[in-house]
């Protein structure tokens, strides 16, 4: 059955993958759902946190009546997917940070991978590397720093320079003579929303992989029967008052049913 795209996320990350939808997708509808009340989600327990993101979903699922739910968020993805797969009766996307892309067009074999501290130490990331990327030596950097700098942009401040700066610098030393970072695995679906601060504070032109586009490709494998038109409706876990211009500047202007939340 046709309906909107469903985009979920613990914050506004999100909205880099709604980027990538409307390109491949521009007539497409779709809501979006945030669980701001319990973000950053690199902070809870795996447990408790899988199974608030199953209940925040399926309540995001009633109200939004899509035919595909989009997991933008790679936390809530490699916690939760299979359980969300088998509590919805439609199409669940995830997302995963881009390392095969990555791999497939660093020169130098060197990729650095930006993430927050939950993705850059899943056993699920290390197998990502071990099965893609196991010739390419692999940067990791936490920078759960800009997954804040992001929300404070889409609320309307300019993101902190200074912060930028020492969320990259780990990037940029080479120890032991190793070739230059020539590649950035953008792990966290926030960070795509900075690229235009991240590519200032690069010393050197990087290729800035994220995995908008790939979430998009698979979006239309799994679910061809897309609604057209203009729904834009989004939905918290919290009051939002101050993103309401930011998510409307992404198109979307609704802000709909609030999902309650502990």
Known sequence: ?????????????????????????????????????????????????????????????????????????????????????????????????????????????????????????????????????????????????????AEALLGGKAPDSSRIRDALAPLWELPGGAPLVDTVVLGCTHFPLLKPWLEAHAPVPINWVDSGDAIARRVGQVAPALTSGSDGRFFTTAEADALHAGFARYGFHTPAFILRSR
């Open 1 to 149: 059955m046709a309906g909107p795209v469903l985009i979920f996320d613990s914050g506004v990350g999100g909205l880099s993958v709604a980027c990538s939808l409307r390109r491949h997708y521009p007539d497409t509808a779709m809501c979006y759902a945030c669980d701001n009340a319990w973000m950053p989600y690199g902070l809870r327990d795996d447990v408790t946190l899988s199974a608030r993101i199953v209940t925040v979903c399926q309540a995001a699922v009633a109200a939004c009546e899509p035919s595909v739910l989009v997991v933008a968020c790679n936390t809530a993805s490699t916690l939760a997917l299979d359980s969300l797969r088998d509590a919805l009766s439609i199409p669940v996307v995830g997302t995963v940070p881009a390392i095969k892309p990555a791999a497939a067009i660093s020169q130098t074999r060197h990729i650095g991978l930006l993430a927050t501290r939950a993705t850059v130490g899943r056993p699920y990331t290390q197998t990502l590397i071990e099965n893609f990327a196991g010739d390419c030596r692999i940067t990791r950097v936490a920078a759960d720093a800009l997954v804040l700098e």
